[in-house]
């Protein structure tokens, strides 16, 4: 069923700097960015600032987005896990988040954004 899925997912993230995104994604994973980029097993996840932040508000003009791919190597039921794990992570710090990818329906409050339209 994962097989047929894109494994890209983009997550808004409305925190004031790219700089608090990556301390809170540091958290969760355990990892240490090299730039913009941390590498661990089940996820590869790059830190942006929107370039359309501000120009709503709408979820994707949150200030900063945060994409993920699952390397070729990890496991889909890791690689969803770990998502769903920094989702949870991002909201218990007062992080607003909203994934959007092929596998919302897999993620808590569908990735978020059953949090933001309630």
């Not at 791919?69 to 920094?86: G, L, Q």
Request: glycine content about 6%; aromatic content about 8%; hydrophobic content about 40%.
């Amino acid at each position: 069923m994962t097989d047929e899925l894109d494994d890209y997912c983009k997550i808004f993230v409305n925190v004031t700097s790219t700089a608090a995104a990556l301390n809170l994604l540091s958290e969760v994973t355990g990892g240490s960015f090299k730039g913009r980029t941390l590498e661990i097993p089940t996820m590869v996840i790059d830190v942006l600032q929107n370039p359309d932040a501000g120009l709503s508000d709408d979820f994707v003009t949150w200030p900063v987005m945060v994409e993920i791919e699952k390397p070729a190597e990890a496991h889909w039921e890791d690689y969803i896990a770990d998502i769903r794990k920094t989702l949870v992570h991002l909201w218990e710090n007062k992080a607003a988040a909203v994934a959007s990818c092929d596998f919302e329906d897999k993620l808590p409050w569908n990735g978020g954004i059953s949090r933001v339209t309630k």
